[in-house]
């Protein structure tokens, strides 16, 4: 296992909901970025929400309304909540941290986990 292992994906219909969750091993995430991102079948991996160490958080507007990002510090854990899920939700979900970066560019992230599958079908 890597430093962050995801778990929670799985196939809904559409509207359905999941939570996806992330736990850190080997090092403390309460003073990291830590962010969400999914890469959709056949396209590059994309942002999907960040959570700041001070707790502010921000959306990508495919998303914004629907999911939530947060994170208990003290079971070193990330969360997404996604609701009204929709097909082009489909995607490998992935965890990521950093210490000093929070913002969409994925090759500014040191920490990944290997991913969840999340499959909306209509």
């Known amino acids: 296992q890597g430093p962050l292992v995801e778990s929670g994906g799985a196939s809904v219909q559409s509207g359905g909901s999941l939570r996806l969750s992330c736990t850190a091993s080997g090092y403390i995430m309460s003073d990291k970025c830590m962010a969400w991102f999914r890469r959709p079948p056949g396209k590059q991996r994309e942002a999907v929400a960040r959570i700041y160490a001070s707790g502010y958080t921000t959306y990508e507007d495919p998303v914004l309304g629907r999911f939530t990002i947060s994170r208990d510090n003290a079971k070193n854990t990330l969360y997404l909540q996604m609701n009204n899920l929709e097909p082009e939700d489909t995607a490998t979900y992935y965890c990521?941290?950093?210490?000093?970066?929070?913002?969409?560019?994925?090759?500014?992230?040191?920490?990944w986990g290997q991913g969840t599958q999340v499959t909306v079908s209509s």
């Open positions: 990521a941290a950093d210490s000093y970066y929070c913002g969409p560019l994925t090759d500014r992230y040191r920490y």
